[in-house]
């Protein structure tokens, strides 16, 4: 059996993994991928999935489009006493990381909470630090209303007189044109398409782990769009937008707040907001009462090829 075929089996038997970690996740935003596994014994410690890429003759270890993190995971045996975690997951991603394609350019983003630097510097890889903000679901709803800014409480009331909110997939392609949008006027480079979006749309909803909500006036103008993912543990902010014409915060406010009830509901623990290292978006996710986390991306450029392709077309 190969390593795909045993953590495919993992995934459908264990809960925990996370959605940008399984199988039809891969499938979906990587033309082919394969999966390291370490072992403990009959355990398996830990594996760490990763796309096979090759481009103008280059192995490439890069995160995949729209998937904010990959792994390595860990899995703690149960009756590990917790003084021995430390070592416990530093021996795993050491044996994972030497299973990995030795590939001359990384860009590789992490799992929030994976903290073991060295072993990455040994391997002569950049460790560069991204943020995102994680909210406990655990509280009661007027505990996370009160956790909130003063500011968002009073934009999610007023917006609740001013919008309805419904499920409504359909409106992929306005998403789409708001963040192309709100992309083009910072500068950004754009580097999917809506055909990307439908693909991931699709297999989600295949997998019920998807809604698209969206916030309209009465007279059916769309104000904003949150695209809500989730897995057995955490819901995730996958993509927004606001109508450029309208820059409704307030409905963007309530949009939040509605899949964030929605997953306490599910029975989801956390919800990753996905910060962003962009100022504004930070401040507005920071209002809402989550906890920084931090993550690392790994990266390195040993290609000659690849250095004059990124001088050139970025």
């Known amino acids: ?32 991928w394969d999966v390291a596994i370490a072992k403990k014994g009959e355990h398996i410690a830990g594996a ?31 009756d590990l006493k917790e003084s021995n975690n430390d070592s416990y997951e530093h021996d795993t991603i050491a044996d994972l990381i030497k299973q990995l394609p030795k590939a001359p350019v990384w860009n590789l983003a992490l799992q929030p909470g994976v903290k073991q630097a060295g072993i990455f510097k040994q391997q002569k890889l950049h460790a ?32 609740e007189s001013e919008v309805t909110v419904t499920n409504s997939p359909e409106h992929l392609k306005d998403l789409y044109k708001f963040q192309k949008s709100t992309l083009e006027k910072k500068g950004k480079s754009f580097k999917y398409s809506l055909r990307d979006l439908q693909r991931i749309m699709d297999a989600a909803k295949a997998n019920n782990s998807t809604a698209l909500w969206v916030a309209k006036t009465p007279d059916k103008r769309i104000q904003a769009i949150v695209w809500a993912m989730w897995d057995d543990t955490t819901s995730y902010y996958f993509m927004g937008g606001q109508n450029p014409d309208t820059n409704s915060y307030r409905a963007m406010s309530l949009l939040l707040w509605h899949t964030m009830r929605l997953a306490k509901e599910r029975g989801n623990s956390i919800y990753d907001l996905e910060g962003s290292m962009d100022e504004g978006v930070e ?16 990266s390195k450029n040993k290609s000659l090829v690849w250095k004059l392709k990124q001088s050139i077309f970025g």
């Open 128 to 159: 560069q630090v991204q943020q995102t903000f994680l909210l406990e679901l655990k509280e009661d709803e007027q505990t996370l209303l009160t956790n909130m800014k003063d500011a968002v409480r009073r934009n999610i009331r007023i917006a």
């Open 48 to 78: 760490w999935v990763y796309p096979v890429e090759t481009k103008l003759g280059v192995t490439l270890l890069r995160t995949p489009m729209l998937t904010p993190y990959l792994g390595p995971l860990v899995f703690l045996p149960h």
């Open 283 to 298: 401040r507005f996710f920071r209002n809402f009462g989550g906890d920084r986390a931090l993550y690392i991306v790994l």
């Open 1 to 32: 059996m190969s390593n795909k075929d045993i953590y495919k089996k993992l995934c459908s038997q264990r809960k925990g993994i996370p959605m940008f970690c399984q199988p039809w996740w891969l499938d979906t935003v990587c033309k082919s």
